[in-house]
Structures are given as C-alpha cells and as structure tokens.
C-alpha cells in the first residue's frame, strides 16, 4: 500500500514537470514564430536574399556530394543496379548545374543591390546661374540615395533583431529539453504534432540554422556600416561645396545685375540728354541706335566674362576661326559691316528717302529701320511707281552689304527736304514758244514757292559741308528743238516725299494756261497724208494737202503719187 501511494507521488510529480516544462515550451514558441513571421515576410528583402545565398551554399554542398557519389560509383562494378543509380545521380547532377547557374548572382554578394548605392553622376561645377538646377538635382538624387541606405540599413537591424531574439528563445528552449526530469514523456508529447519541434535534434538544427543567417547578416551589417558612413561623408562633403558655390553664384548674380542696371540706367540717361540737346530726330535717331549698341554689347562682354571659364581660350578658337566665318558667313559679315559705314559715315539715316537699283528693279521708299543686318523701306507713291512697278506699299529689306555693290540714291541726306522734278510738254513749231515758256515758269514759280525758300536756306547751311557752285533754287525753263516740235522742260523744287502731288498740280495749270491761249497748240504724235489730183486745163498740177491728226502712235508719212 506504501509502495503504491509513494509510486502515485512520483507520478504526480513527473506530470507536474512535464505541464511546467510546456508551458515555458509554449511560451518560448510563441516568441519563435512572431519572430519567423517577421522574417518569413514576403516584402523581407533581406532574408529573401540570405534564402537565396543559403539555397546556393546548398546546391554547392549537394553538387560535391552527387559528384564524389558519382566518382565512387564509377569505380564499382557496373551492374545494373549501379548503372541505374549512376544514372540517378548524373539527372541529379544536371539539375543541381541548372540550380547553380540559375543562384549564381548570389555567389558573392547577395546583398549587394541593398547595400550599394547607385553612381551618381559627377558633381558639376556650378560656374554659371544655369548650372545651379543641375546642382539641386544632384543634392536631390544624392538625398533619395541616401534615405534609401538608410532605410535599408534600419531594416538589417530590425532582421538581426529578430534573429537575435530567435536565437535567444532557441537556446533557451534547447535548455528545457535537456534540463526536463521527465525526458521521455516530454518527447512523446512533443512527437504528437503538440510542439513545434518534435525533438531536441530539430531543434539543433533550426538554432544552428538561425546562427548562420545571424553570423551572414551581422557580417554583412558591419561592411554596410562602412559603405553607409563613407557614402555619407561624400555626399555631405559634396554637398557642402555645392551649396558655398550655389551661393557664390547668387552673389555674383547680384553684382552682375546691379551693374547692368547702372549700364542701362546710363543707357537712359544718355538717350534723355540727347533729346533734351539734340533738335534734329534723324541724329536723335542714330545716337539711340549707338547707344543701344554700346550698352548692349558691354553687357554681353560683362556676362562673357563674368561666366566663361577660360575667356583667352574662347578669344584663340575664335581668331582661328574667323578665317572659315569670314568666307563662309561673308554675306553677314559685310552687312555688319555695311552697318557700322552707314552709322559712322551717316550716308542714310531712318526717315530718309532712298532710291535702290538691284537687278533692274528700282525701289523708292522711306527708311523706317536700319538694324544690324538690313535697311527697311516703306515704298511709297511715286513717280517711279506709277510708271515702272504699278505698285506700292510694300515693305522692302535691303542687305546692309547693298552699300558696297549698289548704287544708293538718297533723296535727303544733309537735311535736303526737297529735289529736282522736272514736267516735259510739246508744242507746235507756229506756236508762241515764249509764251509757253513764260506760263511754264509762272505756273512752277506759283507752286514751288515755298520749297524754292526752304531749299535757299539748307544750301546755305550745306555751304559748310559741302562745295556748291550752283545754288541757284529758282525755277528753270527750258525750250527744246524736237522732230515734231518744240518742248518745253520747266524745272523746280518740290518735297522729296511728295513729287507726285506736286507734278500733278502743276500739270493741270499748265494744261488750263495753255489751253487759253490761240497762239499755242500742243504737239503730240499725229500721221500727215499728202494727195496729188491731176486737173485737165492748162496742164498744171494742182496739188493739195490734208493734215490728219492720230490720237497715239506715231506714222511714218505715206507718198500717194
């Protein structure tokens, strides 16, 4: 009876042991799977790396294993069995090549795409306010680079974290199993599915697995530590100089600035000084024109120099080239310097009335613009228009370089507001060609008054200037001997932008003077046809004459004998 209470006690305590020592197992799983639910994560970059560097090392292992087996069996004697299993192990042997060849990028670096950073580009060299985008998108890329190493390196601590933890809970649970009084029951239970390693041996095996993945991880962990803090010191080093040159660059920005404002503020300066000193708006004109070029030309030498690099090395490629830009771009470079011959010899100013002849084609207008490249003309109603082109009102470009190869007609230069014109009539041989004269000459003087006093008073200005034997201005008639009669040319000054109207008035007054007087008659183009009748009689021919005007077209005289 003794016997059997002492056995029930000892039983008692057995499966007390046992419960106490589950319960520590249970507790210990349950750290052992939140930590493999961490690491068995599908976004685990980590150790789905350290998987696939682990599965290569195996395939590494097995691929040595099959070849000795191989080699092992070759020396056997070849019966059927090992010719089947030789076969077995050569299938096993290609499909262990394929593994390898397909795992071989984890050969030596498994993690290296998590812990390298990408190149960067070089570093630019913030010389000029252009570079400076360029500049904050490098610190941008090297920024994203950065955090990205950052949040990977976070992530290897939390994976060895958790390993460690594994680690610890493993060691401990190994611990239970060899320190458990009732050994025996705690594997049967543990053999029933109850646990979740059956025995001691899987557990050695999975905490010896762990400790691989810990050692590779915290290996890896400390020459990322490395790469992390050099990159780092680069970037910020790099960094640093950017933004002292970005900074640089935003001062000299500042300076260049301020000194192309006091430029234009002179610019404008000048052009009021010049209108508030010069009276006459073609010179007016012109000085802006040079001003504008001056002022603009300092300022692109100030920023030519202010960023180019190497400014005496642009100056050498630019005089070896200028040979090849001369030949190749001469057209340019002749209306440039047509340009400046214009501006300095003051040959045509804008508001002038200009004449050009290229080609057979003549063009009369008025100077609106003179640029760098071309002279613009407004072609007017004149004389030239109505009886050569029958049009106007076109806007004409003329090459700078037409000053060199182009006769030019300038019809104001010197402040000459008026020219020449000259109105050509016929009248009959029986006709009172002193009169004709007279009313030719009254009619112009009448007409071209004001433009005879205005014309007497800029020779006298032009006396300075200029060499003037003749400056007789008053109205000039001339009388001509023609074939069919005697013309009358009468001369007089008009405004050089008005001929037209001029020559128009004068005609129509000299048409109504002329038409008043019997003692005038216009010639024109006309055909005289003589006739001979004979008479019987005294036998003398009697000859008569009949005059017969045409309107236009001139005939030759016809003879009828």
């Not at 290609?94 to 050969?107: G, H, P, R, S, T």
């Not at 006709?431 to 020779?459: L, W």
Request: aromatic residues 10%.
């Amino acid at each position: 009876m003794r016997f059997i209470l002492v056995l029930l006690v000892f039983c008692s305590f057995l499966f007390g042991a046992v419960v106490e020592d589950m319960k520590q197992i249970k507790a210990l799983e349950m750290e052992i799977i939140e930590a493999n639910k961490f690491l068995d994560n599908t976004n685990n970059m980590w150790m789905k790396r350290y998987s696939n560097y682990w599965s290569y090392q195996q395939v590494l292992s097995n691929l040595s294993q099959t070849q000795d087996e191989i080699l092992n069996l070759e020396k056997q004697p070849k019966t059927l069995e090992n010719r089947n299993r030789l076969n077995l192990l050569e299938r096993n042997l290609a499909a262990l090549e394929q593994q390898k060849n397909v795992l071989d990028i984890y050969k030596d670096t498994p993690f290296g795409e998590l812990t390298q950073a990408k190149e960067l580009e070089v570093m630019p060299n913030v010389t000029n306010p252009f570079l400076i985008v360029r500049a904050y998108a490098y610190i941008k890329k090297a920024d994203t680079e950065i955090g990205i190493l950052k949040r990977n390196y976070k992530s290897l601590e939390e994976n060895i974290n958790q390993l460690m933890q594994k680690d610890s809970a493993l060691k401990a649970l190994l611990q239970v199993y060899t320190a458990a009084v009732n050994q025996t029951g705690l594997q049967n239970l543990c053999s029933s599915n109850y646990c979740l390693y059956a025995n001691e041996k899987e557990i050695l095996k999975a905490y010896q697995e762990n400790l691989n993945a810990l050692t590779v991880l915290e290996t890896t962990k400390e020459v990322f530590q490395t790469t992390l803090e050099i990159f780092t010191k680069e970037v910020e080093e790099n960094k640093t100089k950017l933004k002292e040159q970005i900074k640089a660059q935003f001062v000299k920005g500042i300076y260049i600035g301020i000194t192309i404002l006091v430029l234009i503020g002179i610019a404008f300066a000048l052009k009021l000084g010049v209108r508030k000193y010069i009276h006459d708006n073609e010179r007016i004109y012109t000085t802006n024109k040079i001003i504008n070029f001056l002022n603009i030309n300092l300022i692109v030498l100030i920023l030519l120099f202010a960023y180019l690099d190497n400014v005496g090395y642009l100056v050498t490629v630019l005089g070896f080239a200028s040979a090849g830009l001369a030949i190749a771009m001469k057209d340019l470079f002749m209306s440039v310097l047509g340009w400046i011959v214009i501006v300095v010899g003051g040959a045509v100013h804008a508001g002038d009335r200009i004449k050009v002849i290229k080609d057979g084609a003549v063009y009369i207008g008025d100077v609106l613009d003179i640029s760098v490249l071309r002279i613009t003309l407004y072609e007017d109603i004149t004389w030239t228009t109505y009886t050569e082109n029958r049009r106007a009102g076109r806007i004409i470009f003329v090459p700078n370089n037409f000053v060199f190869t182009t006769m030019f007609s300038n019809y104001t230069h010197g402040g000459m507001k008026t020219v020449w014109d000259g109105i050509d009539f016929t009248i009959t041989f029986e006709s009172d060609h002193a009169r004709a004269c007279n009313i030719a000459r009254e009619c112009a003087k009448k007409y071209a008054k004001g433009y005879t006093e205005s014309t007497r008073k800029q020779f006298a200005k032009l006396r300075d200037r200029f060499t003037l034997r003749n400056t007789n201005v008053e109205p000039r008639v001339f009388s001509l001997l023609e074939a069919n009669g005697i013309r009358i040319s009468v001369w007089y000054l008009t405004n050089a932008y008005a001929t037209l109207a001029l020559r128009s008035s004068i005609s129509a007054e000299i048409i109504d003077e002329i038409l008043a007087e019997p003692n005038i008659q216009i010639a024109y183009p006309s055909t005289t046809i003589y006739t001979k009748e004979h008479k019987m009689g005294e036998g003398e021919n009697q000859e008569a004459f009949k005059s017969v005007r045409l309107s236009d077209g001139a005939i030759p005289p016809v003879s009828f004998h």
